[in-house]
């Protein structure tokens, strides 16, 4: 079992930054990928970025040059900073630990979610 905790959302203007974090805790030696994924009010989930074994990283196009994913193994924490923040980007995001695969079926252990919310 692997737990995570979001924290670190909150309201931002575009244009602004915003860094949210995922403690993570279980048997996390076993985690193959980690990632953010955010979901919008009657939008379906999507994924953001993630983040691999030998931090081999992957994001969505919409936010390449302006999302960071990283990780501290010595802290169990995963960031996700946000920069150049738009209005399209408010949504809940979730951090998630996949044992098998950075794709979205593989991710079985999620956090609660933390807010995101640019205003224009």
């Known amino acids: 079992q692997v737990q995570l905790v979001e924290s670190g959302g909150g309201s931002v203007q575009s244009g602004g930054s915003l860094r949210v974090s995922c403690g993570f805790s279980?048997?996390?030696?076993?985690?193959?990928?980690m990632g953010w994924f955010r979901q919008a009010p009657g939008k379906e989930r999507e994924v953001v970025a993630t983040?691999?074994?030998?931090?081999?990283?992957n994001y969505a196009d919409s936010v390449k040059g302006r999302f960071t994913i990283s990780q501290d193994n010595a802290k169990n924490t995963l960031y996700l900073q946000m920069n150049s923040l738009k209005p399209e980007d408010t949504a809940m995001y979730y951090c998630?630990?996949?044992?098998?695969?950075?794709?979205?079926?593989?991710?079985?252990?999620w956090g609660q979610g933390t807010q995101v919310t640019v205003s224009s």
């Open positions: 998630a630990a996949s044992m098998d695969g950075c794709y979205l079926g593989s991710f079985k252990y």
């Open positions: 983040i691999a074994r030998r931090d081999r990283t």
């Open positions: 279980g048997y996390i030696v076993n985690t193959y990928c």
